[in-house]
């Protein structure tokens, strides 16, 4: 997942989405998109900072091992998809 969609850079709608991909677990590491450094920054400090305030620092850990990982040539953790609940259905929109 990018930094910047996860830190706000963008929208954020991006953000929620960002938000829901990680609550799901279907992300495993946060990482800059920098093309160009005026026009697509970093933003990682922001974007760490945002995870462990809504997700905590063992979460924090989790995302930077995997990036090590990566970077070193090993294997990455990854936890377990989860899957999103189903809305239930109402009965004559009552139930």
Not at 2 to 12: A, I, L, N, V, W
Request: net charge positive; hydrophobic share 30%.
């Amino acid at each position: 997942m990018t930094t910047s969609s996860y830190s706000g850079y963008y929208s954020e709608t991006l953000v929620a989405n960002s938000q829901r991909i990680i609550q799901h677990n279907l992300a495993h590491i946060l990482a800059s998109d920098v093309h160009h450094i005026k026009h697509r920054p970093m933003n990682v400090e922001s974007a760490f900072e945002r995870l462990e305030k809504e997700y905590g620092l063992e979460t924090v850990q989790y995302f930077k091992d995997n990036a090590r990982s990566i970077f070193n040539g090993d294997n990455i953790n990854k936890k377990k998809p989860i899957q999103p609940k189903k809305p239930r259905k109402k009965w004559f929109g009552l139930f």
